[in-house]
């Protein structure tokens, strides 16, 4: 008889044939999930206003303490495909909203952890993420009756929400109303506000300039004025200073002419200043080095120079102040310049920042943050720069949710309604989608010190009597309506925080082959030839010498 399978290879003949190792169907499955679960498992504590933090040791032997699962997720290093599936949902929610990086992972981690138990009662993946997007449809509807439109008193109230977990209730109103007034000074745009920290000082000491500071910024030269008025302000891109010239060979043999060489340098740079100089320009800011020939000749002419300016601030300059960057002394003329009504440097204790007021395009603003230590003061900033995301997206949607797990509460009883009109499999699928929903709120509740199942079934008793805000108030330890106490969330953000969950969960849902390449013993380098360093003269040949120390 012939045999119909030859000439084909079966599962076990490609594997020896790739060379990898693999997993296959329930096995690949459950190997995702737990790999995907790892991550979330991470990020729960951390989750809700008295969620705990986490300490990461970074390279360099850095410390970082945070409860951000976006910054947490930014310096884990993942190795397993699911687990780096995971990292990139929460690495997206933060980059693109500043909010949702946390409970996005949780939830995707929830989902899985009830697709498991349901794949061990015999549904198939396929069917369980049918019902996921079921549900998932219908919580988008509860969510959306819920929400309510934007007022600048809503705004303020989702910042105080984000900051209570690390501050106080009078330190986070404060800090919410910092954020709130340089988003207004900056027009909404996001981009045109910029942060920074300098430890030291209270943190009341946090200070707003409608304009740009720079941290550091200093004279480079003592003779150079502390103070411009009506700073007509050049900036450059590049070294101010002689390009040097690669490749070339110098032989001089009258040393009378040595002295006209070495005052090449000088009169190249000076030149160049006094181009400056006739264009108007009496600030310069330089994103790189200026030479110290330079310096002394803008000294002389009265001009203030600034090195080493981050390119960041360079492009919020241009901005502020109408300036046009400049990357050659030939581009220099009265038409790239920008304008500021002043130009000044201060101390903030023993070091100088630089002031850059009054410009011509207002639209700019920043924000100095202070503090004890520079550990807080850091992870303060970052919070400031998540909510000025939050904020942007707040002001463009213009929409917020009761915070707290009342969005989450009442899908979950609606989405229960729902499963008992479903005849299918995927009603199994529904009703599991509920109780991940739940398990947000009984997260928030755990880590403030509560009795997370006593928060879960008054969070049902109240819904179901048709309190639909009633949520978790973790500050107060207790229970209340979320919109009352201003507990709220960004509609948009918790809107994608759910999508984006559901997304992977189904992406790793559907993996059910997984080929992990193996890697490859690396073979010992012959050691090379090293031929005799001395040459048939008896010299010794110094390349040799450098060869070695390389």
Same mark, same amino acid.
């Given at each position: ?28 499955v ?30 360099g ?54 697709a ?48 209570k977990? %690390?501050?106080?209730?009078r ?7 910092v ?24 943190? %009341? ?13 200093k004279?480079?030269h ?43 340098? %000088?009169?190249?740079?000076r ?7 006739r264009?108007?320009a ?9 030479a ?9 002419k ?12 360079m492009h ?5 102040t ?5 990357s ?5 003329t ?12 201060d ?7 630089m ?28 919070q ?14 213009g ?55 006593y ?6 008793e ?9 949520g ?18 960004s ?11 559901v ?15 193996r890697k ?8 090379e ?15 040799y010498a ?5």
């Amino acid at each position: 008889m012939q045999n119909n399978n030859q000439g084909k290879l079966g599962p076990r003949d490609i594997e020896a044939l790739i060379a990898n190792e693999r997993y296959i169907g329930k096995d690949a499955v459950r190997g995702n999930i737990v790999a995907a679960l790892a991550v979330a498992e991470t990020l729960k504590t951390t989750l809700g206003p008295r969620g705990l933090d986490k300490m990461l040791m970074v390279e360099g032997g850095e410390v970082a303490i945070t409860d951000s699962g976006g910054t947490i997720l930014k310096l884990i290093d993942l190795v397993h495909p699911a687990a780096k599936m995971m990292q990139s949902l929460g690495l997206t929610m933060g980059e693109r909203y500043g909010d949702g990086a946390t409970s996005s992972v949780v939830f995707a981690g929830e989902l899985l952890k009830r697709a498991l138990n349901l794949m061990e009662l015999g549904l198939h993946p396929t069917t369980i993420i049918n019902g996921y997007r079921m549900a998932l449809e219908e919580t988008l509807k509860v969510m959306h009756k819920l929400s309510r439109k934007v007022t600048p008193g809503i705004i303020k109230d989702v910042g105080i929400t984000i900051f209570k977990g %690390r501050l106080g209730e009078r330190d986070a109103e404060f800090m919410a109303q910092v954020v709130a007034s340089a988003l207004d000074f900056a027009g909404g745009e996001k981009d045109n506000v910029y942060v920074n920290y300098r430890p030291g000082g209270k943190l %009341r000491d946090t200070t707003l300039y409608e304009g740009i500071y720079i941290d550091l910024g200093k004279r480079v030269h003592p003779a150079m004025p502390k103070k411009v008025e009506h700073a007509r302000i050049l900036l450059i891109d590049t070294e101010f200073d002689v390009r040097k010239v690669e490749n070339a060979k110098y032989e001089i043999g009258d040393p009378r002419r040595m002295r006209e060489f070495m005052e090449y340098k %000088r009169k190249v740079l000076r030149v160049a200043v006094e181009m400056i100089a006739r264009s108007g320009a009496n600030v310069v800011f330089c994103q790189k080095n200026i030479a110290d020939v330079a310096m002394y000749y803008m000294a002389m002419k009265g001009i203030l120079g600034v090195r080493d300016v981050e390119k960041k601030v360079m492009h919020l300059l241009e901005r502020a102040t109408g300036a046009q960057i400049v990357s050659h002394v030939k581009e220099v003329t009265p038409e790239v310049l920008g304008y500021a009504g002043y130009v000044e440097e201060d101390k903030i204790g023993l070091e100088e920042i630089m002031y850059v007021r009054k410009c011509k395009n207002p639209g700019v603003a920043s924000i100095l943050v202070r503090g004890g230590n520079e550990k807080f003061v850091l992870e303060l900033k970052r919070q400031i720069e998540d909510l000025i995301d939050v904020f942007a997206a707040l002001r463009e949607h213009g929409r917020v949710v009761p915070g707290g797990g009342a969005v989450e509460g009442e899908a979950a009883k609606r989405l229960r309604r729902f499963a008992r009109s479903v005849e299918s499999k995927e009603q199994l699928a529904i009703e599991a989608f509920a109780d991940a929903l739940e398990e947000l709120p009984r997260a928030i509740a755990a880590n403030a010190g509560m009795d997370a199942t006593y928060a879960v079934l008054k969070i049902r008793e109240w819904h179901h009597r048709g309190k639909k805000g009633y949520g978790v108030d973790a500050m107060r330890r207790g229970m209340g309506d979320a919109y009352v106490k201003a507990i709220l969330d960004s509609y948009e953000v918790r809107r994608n925080a759910l999508s984006s969950a559901v997304e992977v969960t189904c992406s790793i849902l559907r993996i059910d082959d997984v080929l992990i390449k193996r890697k490859k013993k690396a073979k010992p380098k012959k050691p090379e030839p090293v031929d005799s360093p001395v040459r048939k003269d008896g010299k010794i040949d110094l390349r040799y010498a450098f060869k070695g120390l390389r």
